[in-house]
């Protein structure tokens, strides 16, 4: 059965052929099923559930030519495994490494050309590599930055903590905000939200 779609494609465009596979044997224990869970298929969320269900196969797939199969397999190789996808070409693949690996070995990901790729960094950064991501170039790493530094403080230091930055967000518009804001009022629904408004 499958799932809402034009049917089971390869990210080329191609049918999905089982018997060219080399998945087959999960296949035959029922863990690949094509159209639902398929590492072949050019959708994300049924590659996805390859992996969820196959994921000691995922080192098999981290230099996969389809972007998404390299991503979905970053998820969930373990750690000591997924050093390579630091240097990626595809930044979603080295967002994933940058939350997953430990900090030291993806120091390098602040001065990632992608913002995406710097944004997930910065989620988890502390103390002066934190502080040095306010001068990021981009403004949604800038607004992750501040968030970060306002969650650093914890629930006692919230209210009243100072925050500068000069933010020029796309859904506000330019801002400029310095001063001291709370957190829900600078971030409305977070970096990612419908709202940024400035400081009252």
């Given amino acids: ?39 072949a298929d050019r959708l994300s969320r049924r590659i996805g559930r390859f992996f969820a269900d196959n994921p000691e196969a995922a080192g098999a797939y981290l230099d996969h030519g389809y972007f998404a199969v390299r991503a979905a397999a970053a998820q969930v190789i373990t750690p000591f ?6 240097n990626d070409p595809e930044p979603e ?24 790729v710097r944004a997930a960094l910065t989620d988890r950064l502390e103390g002066e590599a934190l502080a040095a991501m306010f001068a990021d170039p981009d403004s949604t790493v800038r607004l992750v930055a501040a968030r970060r530094a306002v969650d650093e403080g914890g629930p006692q230091e919230r209210e009243g903590r100072a925050v500068f930055v000069d933010v020029d967000h796309p859904d506000a518009g330019p801002v400029g ?15 990612a939200g419908p709202a940024c408004p400035a400081y009252r």
Wanted: charged content about 30%.
């Fill in 177 to 191: 905000i310095a001063g001291i804001v709370e957190r829900d009022r600078f971030l409305g629904q977070g970096a």
């Fill in 1 to 39: 059965m499958h799932d809402g779609d034009d049917g089971p494609l390869t990210f080329d465009g191609k049918p999905v052929d089982c018997a060219t596979c080399p998945e087959q044997a999960r296949a035959a224990a029922g863990r690949c099923r094509v159209g639902e869970a398929c590492v």
């Fill in 93 to 116: 693949v080295r967002a994933i490494a940058a939350l997953r690996l430990p900090l030291a070995r993806v120091e390098q990901l602040s001065r990632d050309t992608d913002p995406r």
């Fill in 81 to 86: 495994r997924l050093l390579a996808a630091v």
